[in-house]
Nanobody, 118 residues
Framework: VQLQASGGGLVQAGGSLRLSCAAS????????MGWFRQAPGKDREFVAS????????YYVDSVKGRFTISRDNAKNTVYLQINSLKPEDTAVYYC????????????WGQGTLVTVSS
């Protein structure tokens, strides 16, 4: 499976971006999906996850109310809408296929860089 993330870029603080993660080689509709991020000099961290149906989502506290994870199983794509961006959101964002009901990752996508200027 290949996960292709896109949508990153340079944005001013307070702005918004929509990240996409498109899959090839596997249908995502059977998997929980997640987004992670890795800021410069820091470990990769979990950001959000979404259930197979899309009816259940979970967010790390630092992004609650600003980030929204969603999925379109017909398009085999997962999204991360990120609003009210802060400089501390600057990171490479990765999508991933999650293992079962955990945050363990079975497959990583390549990342997309989000840079937030103050």
């Amino acid at each position: 499976v290949q996960l292709q993330a896109s949508g990153g870029g340079l944005v001013q603080a307070g702005g918004s971006l929509r990240l996409s993660c498109a899959a090839s080689g596997r249908t995502l509709s059977s998997y929980r999906m997640g987004w992670f991020r890795q800021a410069p000099g820091k470990d990769r961290e979990f950001v959000a996850s979404i259930s197979v149906s899309g009816g259940s989502t979970y967010y790390v506290d630092s992004v609650k109310g600003r980030f929204t994870i969603s999925r379109d199983n017909a398009k085999n794509t997962v999204y991360l809408q990120i609003n009210s961006l802060k400089p501390e959101d600057t990171a490479v964002y990765y999508c991933a296929i999650l293992r079962g009901n955990s945050r363990q990752v079975d497959y990583w996508g390549q990342g997309t860089l989000v840079t937030v200027s103050s």
